[in-house]
């Protein structure tokens, strides 16, 4: 079978299961979302943490709660890092220095998990287990959370009511996240991921010493880390090492891991606002821009050029004997459009264009289908952008799902499309300027400029994932990314739920012969190209100096 053949394979059955997955779960999430009734676990919850759940809450005390929630997580884990060498089960590691601990904090509660650090030498059984496996359960929840929040937006009117964020949170961790999470640590521990508290241990000989491995909780993070969208490895390594991803089959299953939930939110919010047909527009969407890519990184890491190349059967640099160029590129691009970060392979050893792919996937937003929550949200704000402009070329007040979009609404969604790219090229504008950061660049040219533009993409984006020829262990790259992460991840949330109050209290707009019809085929076909034209005119100077011309020169 060829290479291509394989790969081709691989992602029919990716979609095929995919598909099977996405009415159950879509439909149990809206149900979830919808229901008034509480678990007895759950009210255990809410009493320790003196919460009530009945109490619905205007959009700014769901942002004070998502926002108090999350600060105490990056206090909690900051302390648990810094204390490590005191906590049972450290592995004799001592504890994290303190621009490294904030960057981590940071990292993992804005579901980004960019990790400036070796996971097998530098983390003990607590810290991963009761510290960053927590986190990317509840950031993960937290991310679903306001999703639902901009839904209720669409669905109720005449109140700024939203929901209560302690139930949303409590409820997406205990009844979605966490169920699914054991179902797939047990697959993961029957193809082979490794599950203990082990020490360190030695393995054999290796150039004239033995290597050193320690064991950990690795297919229960595992899980948990693709599910959730969150991407931090307990290996440096990542999903690339065997302990986390041992054999094709793990791969393709954890590629769908990290897709199911973004793709069947789409079912979840036309549940919600009454129409599977918008859910439907929606996921349409998201599905072509995902295969769209991942056609043009088939091409790009097949196609090129060079006798080593084509008896490799691609450009296999930086990628794993048992996935091949197929599942690799399915991967990165699956990783990228979402707010993952997970790597089966080192992305810095894709050719130029398909590095450049993997950057424009997550400077899209990570939208198709984005992070869990995430990625509906920014798909969201995107069709009022793409309403509003049909509304332009029309002479028309733009309207979406019977919403109103005025200059009040249009103002949130410009801040948010806006906060994102800001970030990315001043950041990496004073990396390139400065002469320190310049010295963690591997590379020079066009491809060092990639890594730098490559790192500040992923950390405003909550990607996670790295050029892998960057060293971001520094003061410089562990701050700035740090404050990056939680730029890009909490002021966005502002204005998605601001948005969010502003349409509950509209009230509903009937539709007329003259309403833009959002469920069909020509609205997809625009919002698509919105979403491409606006990436492209603002990351496109950017890119033209990193990936683009690495990859003519090539």
């Known amino acids: 079978m060829s290479p291509v053949l394989a790969g081709v394979l691989q992602l029919l059955a990716l979609i ?30 809410y009493k320790g943490i003196g919460a009530n759940p009945n109490t619905e809450m205007r959009w700014p005390a769901y942002l004070r709660g998502v926002l108090a929630f999350s600060a105490v997580g990056v206090l909690f884990l900051y302390l648990l890092q810094r204390l490590q060498g005191h906590l049972p089960g450290s592995l004799g590691f001592a504890a994290i220095d303190p621009d490294q601990a904030f960057n981590t904090a940071a990292s993992f509660v804005s579901n980004t998990n960019w990790q400036s650090y070796y ?28 999703a639902v929040a901009l839904v209720r937006g669409f669905s109720r009117s005449r109140t700024g009511e939203l929901g209560n964020f302690w139930a949303d949170l409590v409820r997406g961790t205990i009844r979605i996240l966490l169920p699914l999470s054991v179902v797939a640590a047990i697959v993961l521990v029957a193809c082979g991921a490794i599950q203990n508290f082990s020490g360190i241990h030695s393995v054999g000989q290796f150039m004239g010493g033995s290597q050193q491995w320690n064991g950990g909780a690795v297919a229960s993070q595992e899980a948990i880390k693709e599910i959730g969208t969150n991407g931090g490895g307990y290996f440096n390594a990542n999903s690339a090492h065997p302990f986390e991803n041992p054999t094709p089959f793990s791969n393709l299953f954890e590629i769908f891991l990290l897709l199911v939930i973004p793709f069947a939110l789409t079912r979840t919010f036309g549940r919600m606002v009454g129409s599977l047909k918008q859910g439907y527009a929606i996921l349409a969407t998201m599905a072509t821009i995902w295969l769209g890519f991942i056609a043009l990184m088939m091409w790009t890491e097949f196609a090129h050029h060079g006798p080593a190349f084509q008896i490799a059967g691609g450009a296999m640099e930086g990628k794993e004997n048992r996935f091949g160029v197929g599942a690799s590129s399915i991967f990165a691009v699956s990783t990228t459009l979402t707010s993952t970060g997970a790597v089966n392979s080192f992305h810095s050893s894709f050719t130029g264009l398909g590095g450049g792919i993997t950057i424009l996937g997550m400077q899209l937003g990570e939208i198709a289908p984005g992070g869990t929550g995430s990625g509906l949200y920014g798909m969201l704000i995107m069709a009022i952008i793409a309403v509003f402009i049909a509304g332009l070329m029309v002479g028309r007040t733009p309207e979406y799902l019977g919403k109103k979009i005025g200059t009040r609404e249009i103002k949130f969604a410009a801040c948010y499309i806006l906060i994102t790219p800001a970030l990315v090229l001043v950041f990496t504008a004073a990396a390139m300027a400065l002469p320190t950061p310049g010295h963690s660049m591997t590379n020079s040219g066009a491809h060092g400029f990639s890594e730098i533009l490559y790192a500040y993409s992923s950390g405003a984006n909550n990607n996670g994932s790295a050029f892998a ?10 701050s700035t990314i740090g404050i990056a992460m939680l730029l890009g991840r909490f002021l966005p949330m502002v204005f998605v739920l601001a948005l969010a109050g502003s349409l509950a209290e509209q009230k509903p707009v009937p539709a007329t012969a003259g309403t833009l019809r959002t469920e069909k085929p020509l609205f997809t076909g625009l919002l698509v190209g919105a979403i491409l034209i606006i990436t492209g005119l603002t990351y496109f100077p950017a890119l033209a100096l990193g990936p683009l011309a690495e990859g003519l020169a090539s």
């Open 469 to 478: 020829g960057l060293n971001a262990d520094t003061q410089w790259f562990n």
């Open 119 to 146: 996971g097998e030498q530098a983390m003990g059984h607590v810290v991963q287990t009761g510290g960053l496996a927590v986190q990317n359960f509840v950031s993960a929840a937290v991310g679903i959370a306001v």
């Open 16 to 45: 095929a299961a995919l598909a099977l997955a996405y009415v159950p779960l879509g439909d149990y999430m809206a149900k979830v979302y919808s229901s008034d009734k509480h678990w007895r676990v759950e009210k255990w919850i």
